[in-house]
């Protein structure tokens, strides 16, 4: 069973950048599943907005695309999504989980992008 900590959201103005982070537990599963970070919106369901599978193949949801870009780090254990341009409609808990199928979900973080 995978474990997932998300962290690096916050407040920022429109047009900034957040770097967030998604700490897996084990390792290995990074080299064996395909990862996503999905985000939820207050009264909206959560949606995929970028994958990277374990070869390093990327997408992005339409949304999101040109703005932001997931990575990730095999040393360090971790996946990121990098959050360029960012617009007050992506406001969301951000969480990162293993595709197809998600492994029980950790706490998300919060992104509020508000002037």
């Known amino acids: 069973q995978v474990q997932l900590v998300e962290s690096g959201g916050g407040l920022v103005r429109p047009g900034g950048s957040l770097r967030l982070s998604c700490e897996v537990s084990p390792r290995h599963f990074l080299e064996i599943f395909t990862f996503g970070w999905y985000r939820q919106a207050p009264g909206k369901q959560r949606e995929l907005v970028a994958q990277?599978?374990?070869?390093?193949?990327?997408i992005d949801a339409d949304a999101v695309q040109g703005r932001f870009t997931i990575s990730r780090d095999t040393a360090k254990s971790a996946v990121y999504l990098h959050l360029n341009s960012l617009k007050l409609e992506d406001t969301a808990v951000y969480y990162c989980?293993?595709?197809?199928?998600?492994?029980?979900w950790g706490q998300g973080t919060q992104v509020t992008v508000s002037s």
């Open positions: 989980n293993t595709l197809p199928t998600p492994q029980p």
């Open positions: 990277i599978s374990a070869i390093g193949s990327r």
